[in-house]
């Protein structure tokens, strides 16, 4: 009997595994560039997928998405064995799982000092760049996306508008979605019903008009470059963004015609650059002439936690502006402690009797005291809480409050003691220390009461500093590389939102709202797309490197006093457009220096190929090594433990200022071993290139944090800076093609849970 049973239980399990070998599920069959030619890419890739399936009927019903505009390849329903099967095969680069990746303003332009009256290029410089965003797509219907006074879209344009109920206008010239997992709730269209999209879009674009969050933040909210045309591309649904979907509107947006891509959107962990599909997606853009920004990640403040780290991508970390929303919680007592909420309710200074959630523990449904002190849905008993404001020993959404008929919340937390949050009921976040006060007030008291006062917003004087979520580096996969690249505003930050979203951090709140204050890399990105669709703006020609070398070397040099990991936390700074549009020199890069890198980090003459559409790709003798020649605008040397300090950078800078000019270049670093050759160089006319390299000595070393210092040229008018660091790694962690495995994946809370600030895992 227990013989039968336990080979009835084996086929079982091998009938279990078999079945799961053969579902079939999406994939993405990466094929390199784009091939020119009178052979269609779908029928090749029909061809490709009959090859493994069997029969054409098959392949045709396989298949999700043919990319075949900007790159080659395609996603298609796949069993675990035709997936092998198809990654032995010639001309494939790579076959990657259908992953699914999370999304990652009033003052925050004049805050870095474009403002209206200065530093505006004029609508009709501005009108000319197109700023394509891949996210939840947007209300078109929001006053910061009307066309008054619009022209028609540039002549380059080719997009198009499509889904129901949706209209594209002047200013709104294209709008996509793609939804390859399809669920069942999802409504078909561009149209944005999560408010991701649209705050997005406005920050980066939007028109001027005036807004406030329910009364908070009232002034202008627009975008960094207002007479920008917006195109849209829609992958972010409520199951997640999916890796199909983001390389078909990769695929869409480089042959619509867009200037600047702009994705808030990223991974849990590191993948290699040519598995990852912003990775790939961004490539194939850089080739086009197109610049992609992007989200470091809300998975701060823990190290090696940054996503989008490939040197074509401009990767932007999130920091604070001059104001933050704060709310004041009054005791009985008299006492009055400052906690930070986006609180808009008015309780028109009414006290209410106030309840440590521990005392109002909702037994009935299998919760106690301990359980109550985390204030979550059900948990609490609303006989005890009804009418009454509830202490609670952590941050949550305000849903537990809310529905068990409490006036509102005292919370007590100091992990997001820098950024705000809004409930759905009066509430406000104090510091533990002051929670310990509050709750010492309430066990002490006979009848505690309380009020919470309407939020206001407050001077900070400290911004900017970079915010604890926002993601952190070093770089996880090419240490030689810098990342993050810079930081912008993404704290508190007002812009447009979809009024069928919920406004606060309860997924049921039923308020609307047209403009909304959140936070996130997801807020700081679009920042950076703006940026860079201003200096493209005003220099239409330039490449993607050169506009993020502009950015990168103008940044405003941060505060290493507030900021224990450096350069690790904010790159080069914090970026300044104004400064941005005349940076006198330029670190330029083109396809031929990405791909020598891509043969530093172990990839062969075949792949790049692949990769680039181009036969003259090759590694030639290049060896696998590291990156010190990519002439990037920054310098990172990662030392293995026990090994001395010993590396030579080589850059070559571009004329983009003064035709004659000379330069001076020095070292600013407490590290000795810093030598720069030549220490002068001159320029005749604009566009001259001229070369120098930086030599970095020392003993061994090990277990160092970071290191700062920077390069600095200047002619005296212009200040070009590039930061240095050095710090110690693991050995052999120095190259792409050694990646360890997976590591533990470290989140920190989100305001909305797609984004990863505020969830429980």
Known sequence: MTIHFLLYTLLLTALVLSCHGQERKIHIVYMGGRHHGDVSAQSTHHSVLQSVLG????????????????????????????????????????????????????????????????????????????????????????????????????????????????????????????????????????????????????????????????????????????????????????????????????????????????????????????????????????????????????????????????????????????????????????????????????????????????????????????????????????HKTKGKIVFCETIEDGSGVLLADGVGTIMADSSFSDVAYSFPVPATVVTLEDGQRILNYIRSTANPIATILVGEADKDVKAPTVVSFSSRGPNPITPDILKPDLTSPGVDILAAWSPVAPPSSYVDDTRSVEYNVISGTSMSCPHASGAAAYVKAAHPNWSPAAIKSALMTTARVMDPKKQEDLEFAYGSGHINPLKAVDPGLIFDAHVADYVHFLCKQGYNTTTLKLVTGDSSSTCGRTKPGRAWDLNYPSFSLAVEDGQHINAVFTRTVTNVGSPNSTYTIKAHTHFSGVSVKPSTISFSYVGEKKSFTVKVTGPPIAQQPIMSGAIVLTDGIHVVRSPLVIYTILPGAAYSYSLPAKKPSLKGSSLYHSNGIFRHN
């Open 55 to 382: 029969n054409i009927e098959l392949a045709k019903e396989s298949l999700i998405y043919s990319y075949r505009k900007s790159f080659n390849g395609f996603a298609a329903k796949l069993s675990d064995e035709e997936v092998a099967e198809l990654a032995e095969m010639e001309g494939i680069v790579s076959v990657i799982p259908n992953r699914r990746l999370k999304l990652h303003t009033t003052r925050s332009w004049d805050f870095m000092g474009l403002t209206l009256s200065k530093g505006q290029l004029g609508a009709s410089v501005e009108g000319d760049v197109v700023i394509g965003l891949i996210d939840t797509g947007i209300w078109p219907e929001s006053d910061s996306f009307n066309d008054d006074g619009f022209g028609p879209p540039p002549k380059k344009w080719k997009g198009k508008c499509k889904g129901a109920n949706f209209t594209c206008n002047n200013k709104v010239i294209g709008a996509r979605f793609y939804n390859s997992e399809g669920g069942p709730t999802d409504i078909q269209s561009p149209r944005d019903f999560e408010g991701h999209g649209s705050h997005t879009a406005s920050t980066a674009a939007g028109r001027e008009v005036p807004a406030s969050y329910l009364g908070l933040a009232s002034g202008t909210a627009r975008g960094g470059v207002p007479n920008a045309r917006i195109a849209v591309y829609k992958v972010c649904w409520a199951s997640g963004c999916y890796s199909s979907d983001i390389l078909a509107a990769f695929d869409d947006a480089i042959a619509d015609g867009v200037d600047i891509i702009s994705v808030s959107i990223g991974g849990s962990y590191p993948l290699q650059y040519l598995e990852d599909a912003i990775a790939i997606g961004s490539f194939h853009a850089m080739k086009y002439g197109i610049m992609t920004s992007s989200s470091a990640g809300n998975s701060g403040p823990y190290p090696l936690s940054l996503s989008n780290y490939a040197p074509w991508i401009m990767t932007v970390a999130a920091s604070t502006i001059d104001r933050k929303f704060v709310a004041k919680a009054v005791l009985g007592n008299g006492e009055v402690y400052t906690g930070v909420s986006i609180n808009n309710f008015d309780l028109n200074g009414k006290s209410h009797p106030i309840i440590w959630e521990g005392d109002a523990a909702n037994f009935s449904a299998g919760a106690n005291s301990e359980i109550a002190s985390f204030c979550l849905k059900g948990d609490l008993n609303s």
